[in-house]
C-alpha cells in the first residue's frame, strides 16, 4: 500500500474534520484588541511550514490589507527579529507554524519575536511542545493521527494543508475585526474554505489517474522542475520537497519568472518541467515559459484549470484543477504535484526519505541534521 497516496486521498475528509474546531479557537485565541492594534505581519516556518506561510501573503495581504513578511524561521530569527519597528504594544505579530512543535529554529524564532516586542503565536498541534512554549498565544491545531506501520515516515501533506487552512482562517479573523471584511463576507469566505472538501475531491478524482501515468512515463528522469508564481510560487517549492522526500530524486521549485532567467538555459532537454497556475496573474507569464519549454525539448506538465487553454495546449500531461481564487488556490494546486511524488516513489521503488540511511537518522528529527536539538542562537551568544 502506498501510504502517501492514502494520506492525499484522506484530506476532504480532514478539512471535515479540522475546520470547525480551527475556526473556533482561532476566533476565541485572536481577540479584537490584538487585531485592532496590529500593523505587521510576520510569518515563520521550516520545510513545508514555511511554505505554507509563503502560499498564504496574498491571503493575508488581500485580505487584512496589512504587510506580511514570511520568512524561513531561521531568517526571521537570526537576523530580521532585531530589526522590526518599534511601533507600539500588539503592532507586530509573528506566527510560528509547526504541527509537530518539535522544530527547534521555529521555536527560537518565536522567543526572538518577542524579546523584540511582537505577540506571538504557535499554530501547532502540539501545544506543550518546544513551539508551543515559545509563543505568547496557543493556536492548537486539530491534527487527527493517521494510521501507518510503525516506523514508517511519510511525507507531508496532512500537516500541510492543516496549515494553510489554519492561516487562512487567521487571515479571515483579522481582516473580519479590522473592518476589511464585514460579516457576510466573513461567513461567505469561511464557507469557500469549507467548500475546498469538495473541491479536493474531485482534484484528486482527475488527477489520481494522470500523475501515475505521468510517473510512469518519466520514471527515467532524475531532475524534476516545478515552477509557479505568487501564491503558488509556494506550491512549486513544496511539491518540488515532496519529489525529494518520496523518490529522492532532485527536485526544483522556482518562480515563472526566475525560470526564464536560470533554468532556461540548463542544457539537459527532456527535464520534466511542470508549470502550476490558478489562471490569473500569472497566467500570461506561465504561457509564455510553457511555449519556450516546449521548443527547448523539456517535457511539460501543466496544473491548471482547464479555462487556461492557453497554457494546458502545450501540456504533454494537464492536471485540471477547480477554478478557485488565487489566493485560496495553493489549497489544491499542491494535490497533483504530491500525486505525482507519491506515484514516481512507487515506480522507482524507492522508500520515503530513503528509510532513513546511509548517513540519515530518524533520531532527533533528523540525525545530524538535528532540527528538534540544535543549538539555539541564544545559548550560541553565550
Same mark, same amino acid.
Given at each position: 500500500?502506498?501510504?502517501?497516496?492514502?494520506?492525499?486521498?484522506?484530506?476532504?475528509?480532514?478539512?471535515?474534520?479540522?475546520?470547525?474546531?480551527?475556526?473556533?479557537?482561532?476566533?476565541?485565541?485572536?481577540?479584537?484588541?490584538?487585531?485592532?492594534?496590529?500593523?505587521?505581519?510576520?510569518?515563520?516556518?521550516?520545510?513545508?511550514?514555511?511554505?505554507?506561510?509563503?502560499?498564504?501573503?496574498?491571503?493575508?495581504?488581500?485580505?487584512?490589507?496589512?504587510?506580511?513578511?514570511?520568512?524561513?524561521?531561521?531568517?526571521?530569527?537570526?537576523?530580521?527579529?532585531?530589526?522590526?519597528?518599534?511601533?507600539?504594544?500588539?503592532?507586530?505579530?509573528?506566527?510560528?507554524?509547526?504541527?509537530?512543535?518539535?522544530?527547534?529554529?521555529?521555536? =527560537?524564532?518565536?522567543?526572538?519575536?518577542?524579546?523584540? @516586542?511582537?505577540?506571538?503565536? *504557535?499554530?501547532?498541534?502540539?501545544?506543550?511542545?518546544?513551539? @508551543?512554549?515559545?509563543?505568547?498565544?496557543?493556536?492548537?491545531?486539530?491534527?487527527?493521527?493517521?494510521?501507518?506501520?510503525?516506523?514508517?515516515?511519510?511525507?507531508?501533506?496532512?500537516?500541510?494543508?492543516?496549515?494553510? !487552512?489554519?492561516?487562512?482562517?487567521?487571515?479571515?479573523? %483579522?481582516?473580519?475585526?479590522?473592518?476589511?471584511?464585514?460579516?457576510?463576507?466573513?461567513?461567505?469566505?469561511?464557507?469557500?474554505?469549507?467548500?475546498?472538501?469538495?473541491?479536493?475531491?474531485?482534484?484528486?478524482?482527475?488527477?489520481?489517474? %494522470?500523475?501515475?501515468? &505521468? +510517473?510512469?512515463?518519466? +520514471?527515467?528522469? =532524475?531532475?524534476?522542475?516545478?515552477?509557479?508564481?505568487?501564491?503558488?510560487? *509556494?506550491?512549486?517549492?513544496?511539491?518540488? &520537497?515532496?519529489?525529494?522526500?518520496?523518490?529522492?530524486?532532485?527536485?526544483?521549485?522556482?518562480?515563472?519568472?526566475?525560470?526564464?532567467?536560470?533554468?532556461?538555459?540548463?542544457?539537459?532537454?527532456?527535464?520534466?518541467?511542470?508549470?502550476?497556475?490558478?489562471?490569473?496573474?500569472?497566467?500570461?507569464?506561465?504561457?509564455?515559459?510553457?511555449? &519556450?519549454?516546449?521548443?527547448?525539448?523539456?517535457? !511539460?506538465?501543466?496544473?491548471?484549470?482547464?479555462?487556461?487553454?492557453?497554457?494546458?495546449?502545450?501540456?504533454?500531461?494537464?492536471?485540471?484543477?477547480?477554478?478557485?481564487?488565487?489566493?485560496?488556490?495553493?489549497?489544491?494546486?499542491?494535490?497533483?504535484? =504530491?500525486?505525482?511524488?507519491?506515484?514516481?516513489?512507487?515506480?522507482?521503488?524507492?522508500?520515503?526519505?530513503?528509510?532513513?540511511?546511509?548517513?540519515?537518522?530518524?533520531?532527533?528529527?533528523?540525525? %545530524?541534521?538535528?532540527?528538534?536539538?540544535?543549538?539555539?542562537? =541564544?545559548?550560541?551568544?553565550?
Amino acid at each position: 500500500m502506498n501510504y502517501m497516496i492514502e494520506q492525499i486521498h484522506s484530506l476532504p475528509e480532514l478539512l471535515n474534520q479540522i475546520f470547525q474546531p480551527l475556526d473556533d479557537t482561532i476566533r476565541q485565541k485572536l481577540d479584537h484588541e490584538l487585531c485592532l492594534s496590529l500593523k505587521r505581519l510576520y510569518v515563520v516556518g521550516c520545510g513545508d511550514s514555511h511554505h505554507a506561510s509563503l502560499s498564504t501573503e496574498l491571503a493575508f495581504e488581500s485580505l487584512t490589507r496589512l504587510p506580511d513578511d514570511p520568512m524561513a524561521s531561521m531568517l526571521f530569527g537570526r537576523y530580521a527579529a532585531g530589526f522590526i519597528p518599534q511601533s507600539g504594544p500588539k503592532t507586530n505579530l509573528v506566527i510560528g507554524i509547526s504541527v509537530s512543535g518539535a522544530v527547534s529554529r521555529t521555536a =527560537e524564532a518565536l522567543r526572538m519575536g518577542g524579546q523584540a @516586542g511582537a505577540t506571538t503565536v *504557535a499554530l501547532t498541534a502540539t501545544p506543550d511542545s518546544i513551539v @508551543g512554549k515559545a509563543a505568547k498565544i496557543i493556536l492548537d491545531v486539530p491534527v487527527p493521527e493517521f494510521p501507518s506501520p510503525e516506523g514508517m515516515v511519510i511525507p507531508g501533506v496532512r500537516s500541510y494543508f492543516t496549515s494553510q !487552512v489554519g492561516l487562512f482562517l487567521i487571515a479571515i479573523r %483579522i481582516a473580519e475585526i479590522r473592518g476589511q471584511l464585514n460579516n457576510s463576507q466573513a461567513a461567505e469566505l469561511r464557507a469557500e474554505i469549507r467548500g475546498f472538501a469538495d473541491l479536493a475531491s474531485k482534484t484528486i478524482e482527475d488527477c489520481d489517474p %494522470i500523475a501515475k501515468q &505521468a +510517473a510512469q512515463e518519466w +520514471a527515467g528522469e =532524475e531532475e524534476f522542475v516545478f515552477a509557479g508564481s505568487g501564491p503558488n510560487y *509556494a506550491t512549486a517549492l513544496f511539491t518540488a &520537497a515532496k519529489v525529494l522526500e518520496a523518490s529522492g530524486d532532485s527536485a526544483l521549485g522556482q518562480d515563472v519568472e526566475e525560470w526564464a532567467h536560470l533554468q532556461y538555459f540548463a542544457k539537459k532537454k527532456s527535464t520534466p518541467t511542470l508549470f502550476i497556475s490558478a489562471g490569473d496573474r500569472d497566467l500570461s507569464r506561465a504561457v509564455e515559459m510553457a511555449v &519556450a519549454a516546449k521548443q527547448l525539448g523539456r517535457l !511539460v506538465g501543466v496544473i491548471s484549470p482547464k479555462s487556461a487553454a492557453g497554457l494546458t495546449k502545450y501540456a504533454d500531461h494537464h492536471f485540471p484543477i477547480p477554478e478557485v481564487k488565487e489566493m485560496f488556490s495553493p489549497l489544491i494546486t499542491a494535490i497533483p504535484g =504530491e500525486l505525482f511524488a507519491a506515484y514516481l516513489s512507487e515506480v522507482k521503488k524507492e522508500p520515503f526519505f530513503r528509510d532513513f540511511k546511509d548517513g540519515r537518522s530518524i533520531e532527533g528529527g533528523g540525525g %545530524i541534521s538535528r532540527i528538534r536539538t540544535s543549538e539555539t542562537w =541564544e545559548n550560541w551568544k553565550k
